[in-house]
């Protein structure tokens, strides 16, 4: 679904990507995690094009990213993300949110747009907001409409880059309760989190990163086991501790 | 002589001459506001352009119709354009000379207005496949209108007053129609005080259509309870500006 191909970007000096290669099958959930600055958000973001990288190939569901032919607006619509900020569009309601990429991006109708963008906002439990504005609602909620927001466009996969970090302790998991539920239902998912329960009980692989390259790509079971590297083990001793 | 004369006040506030200023007063103004937002708009694009050859020519058209007097533009269109064969009745001149003047300030507006978009909410549009026009239209610009519809109010403003200085070249509304009657009947003082009140309703009147404006760009902003504990700082309605910057 997503290959890594000795992927490579530098600014200027610094390696931010060093030679990074993995692939992430169908239905896979692979948590990326690793110290602040090993490259994790800027590698998601490669993925749809968000940002761009220097050499190796990411092929993304059979379309080639460092190919001349691809449009990147066509990729990108086959690829959910959800970001840490939620980026939910401020002039607009929760409905028109969800149903916004449908209607210019997909060319839905009207009420097809809008019977979508209601069963999606009942599967995150937000139906009852769907007039609001996003200002009216909490961080938590608004990352739940960004994951509809996200669905909307039936995505073959969905990126999430540290979706929890903005939020305040307890409505992280009403955020990570939808996002299981998502795992469960067959989503493709590569999500950059430091929510380690999370990576444990859900994720089939992790991928640890390290100034820029893929330190252990192991099984979340063995990750967890004691059998990462040194370097992950002192990493998750240190989110671990405390 | 009087004073002040009640009856002439009356006559000339009642005055169709008069009035057919007014309204001409106001058409100059929708227009030129109108003109100069769609040139503004592209001269604010331009400006936000990464190259030179594209930034520069605007850079230098907002430097110079915001360096120079409107009086002055007006005289080089209407007297120094026939020099070059280009002949145009004063009402042409008087609306490209306002529209060319209005469309460098505006060009400022708009650009400040584009700048406030926070860039996520663009990557959050690129994600989900949006074509950079597509962008443009649905994301950058309606969010922009919430910055650029407080000082685009205090333009019009300015302009329903500013049409006057086109009586210089011999355009006649409201306030050139004024002075025509003064130099015809003397009475100053009643004459000028009835365009005062003239502009006074013209500018009411655009303060009740930009109250309902801002009012409109808000809406999504402003927190139906003031008690939200985690909604983000900036989300913040807009305070209102003050409504005379000329």
Known sequence: MIVFDSVCKHYGTFQVLNNCSATINKGEIVVICGPSGSGKSTLIKCVNGLETFDSGQITVDGTRLHDPATHLPDLRRRIGMVFQGFELFQH??????????????????????????????????????????????????????????ALAIDPVAILFDEPTSALDPEMVAEVLAVMTELAQAGMTMMCVTHEMGFARQVANRVIFMDRGEFVDDLPAADFFDGRCSDRAGTFLKRILSH | MQIWNWHGFFIYLTNRYIFEGAVTTLWLTAFSICAGFVLGGA???????????????????????????????????????????????????????????????????????????????????????????????????????RIIVPPLGNSVNGLLKTTSVTSVISMEELLRRTQLLVQEHFMVLELFSVSALYYLAMTSAWDMVQRRLEHYVNKPYARPTSSRANAPANAQALPDIGQDAR
């Open chain 1, 92 to 149: 607009l309601t929760v409905l028109q949110n969800v149903m916004i990429a449908q209607r210019v991006v997909l060319h839905r109708n009207k009420a097809e747009a809008h019977e979508r963008a209601m069963l999606l906002l009942q599967r995150v439990g937000l139906a009852d907001h769907a007039a609001k504005y996003p200002v009216a609602l909490s961080g938590g909620q608004q990352q739940r409409v960004a994951i509809a927001r």
């Open chain 2, 43 to 145: 001269l604010a694009l331009m400006k936000r352009s990464r190259h030179q050859i594209v930034s520069l020519p605007a850079r230098f058209y907002v430097w110079f119709f915001r360096g120079t007097p409107l009086l002055v533009q007006l005289i080089v269109i209407y007297t120094g354009l026939p020099k070059f064969g280009i002949r145009l009745d004063v009402v042409t001149c008087s609306l490209i000379g306002l529209s060319l003047n209005e469309a460098a300030y505006l060009a400022e507006i708009i650009r400040a207005g584009l700048n406030a978009v926070p860039p996520g909410q663009i990557a959050a549009a690129r994600a989900l496949g949006f074509e950079e026009r597509q962008i443009a239209w649905r994301i950058t610009f309606p969010q922009a209108m």
